[in-house]
């Protein structure tokens, strides 16, 4: 093989190796993902929710989240969720147990945790069409549900 064939073969070996490797821009940037995502979702309703691994109650909120998203998307609901866990395997399987049906980001270092200078897990906030802040809740059981679920519809038929 020819000197510089062999190098260009090196360095596309070497560039798949790094792709491979690597993980997403998305992992190291979660504040800017955040803040994208509620741009995309302008003029929609936002249920945001930070979540872990090791989150007992977030085994039971994600199946209601599923049912909300489905329920209320052609209305506008938007579900995101934010994942806290330091590694993304032990998120991954997670969802394999608990399957999610919306948006997850990344947030192994806390970043927005601690932007949302969150109390407790689950944390949920939830947004308006216009991105401002209507709720905020932590922890999640059945008398909750109900509760976050009246704020959802609210929210969706408030006249803005």
């Given at each position: 093989?020819p000197?510089?064939?062999?190098?260009?073969?090196?360095?596309?070996?070497?560039?798949?190796?790094i792709?491979?490797?690597?993980?997403?821009?998305?992992?190291?940037?979660?504040?800017?993902?955040?803040?994208?995502?509620?741009?995309?979702h302008?003029?929609?309703?936002?249920?945001v929710?930070?979540?872990?691994?090791?989150?007992?109650?977030?085994?039971?909120?994600?199946?209601w989240?599923?049912?909300?998203?489905?329920?209320?998307q052609e209305?506008?609901?938007?579900?995101?969720?934010?994942?806290?866990?330091?590694?993304?395997?032990?998120?991954?399987?997670?969802?394999?147990?608990?399957?999610?049906?919306?948006?997850?980001i990344?947030?192994?270092?806390?970043?927005?945790?601690?932007?949302?200078?969150?109390?407790?897990?689950?944390?949920?906030?939830?947004?308006?069409?216009?991105?401002?802040?209507?709720?905020?809740?932590?922890?999640?059981?059945?008398?909750?549900?109900?509760?976050?679920?009246?704020?959802?519809?609210?929210?969706?038929?408030?006249?803005?």
């Amino acid at each position: 093989m020819p000197f510089s064939l062999k190098i260009l073969v090196n360095l596309l070996l070497i560039t798949m190796i790094i792709m491979f490797i690597s993980k997403p821009s998305h992992a190291y940037e979660p504040i800017q993902e955040f803040e994208q995502t509620m741009e995309r979702h302008k003029g929609k309703v936002v249920y945001v929710d930070f979540w872990a691994s090791w989150c007992v109650p977030c085994r039971k909120s994600f199946p209601w989240m599923n049912t909300m998203q489905e329920k209320y998307q052609e209305q506008g609901l938007i579900v995101l969720s934010i994942n806290l866990d330091a590694q993304t395997e032990l998120a991954e399987k997670f969802l394999k147990q608990t399957p999610a049906s919306f948006d997850i980001i990344y947030d192994a270092k806390g970043k927005l945790a601690r932007q949302f200078k969150l109390k407790g897990m689950p944390s949920s906030y939830l947004f308006d069409r216009h991105g401002k802040l209507i709720s905020a809740h932590n922890g999640f059981n059945g008398k909750k549900q109900k509760i976050y679920q009246q704020e959802i519809e609210q929210a969706l038929t408030a006249k803005n």
